[in-house]
């Protein structure tokens, strides 16, 4: 099996950044693409950002210019830099990951549990 944490999460006022991180631990051979997702109360969880195993990245119109999604593959870790917060971006934040756990195996689809992001205004 593999876990994704995530951390970073917390309360920042409009205007201030935050980094979330998650880290994928356990049975890995391969990482494929990895994402962030976000729910705020009462919305479907919406994409955020994605980034393949290459490095390609992908952004929500909604955050392009003040989010970065970036990867470590050495860590089998995701990282989210959030700039320019606004109180819209309030919402819990998921990581996302295609994990294939054998050279000749399946992928297949995990999440984090998820982190708050509160932003004040």
């Known amino acids: 099996q593999v876990q994704l944490v995530e951390s970073g999460g917390g309360l920042v006022q409009a205007g201030g950044s935050l980094r979330l991180s998650c880290a994928a631990s356990?049975?890995?051979?391969?990482?494929?693409?990895m994402a962030w997702y976000r729910q705020a109360p009462g919305k479907q969880r919406a994409l955020v950002a994605t980034?393949?195993?290459?490095?390609?990245?992908n952004y929500a119109d909604s955050v392009k210019g003040r989010f970065t999604i970036s990867r470590d593959n050495a860590k089998n870790t995701v990282y989210l830099q959030m700039n320019n917060l606004k109180p819209e971006d309030t919402a819990a934040y998921y990581c996302?990951?295609?994990?294939?756990?054998?050279?000749?195996?399946?992928?297949?689809?995990?999440w984090g549990q998820g982190t708050q992001v509160t932003v004040s205004s």
């Open positions: 996302y990951a295609i994990v294939r756990m054998t050279e000749d195996g399946y992928e297949y689809q995990y």
């Open positions: 980034i393949t195993g290459g490095g390609n990245t």
């Open positions: 356990g049975r890995i051979y391969r990482i494929n693409s």
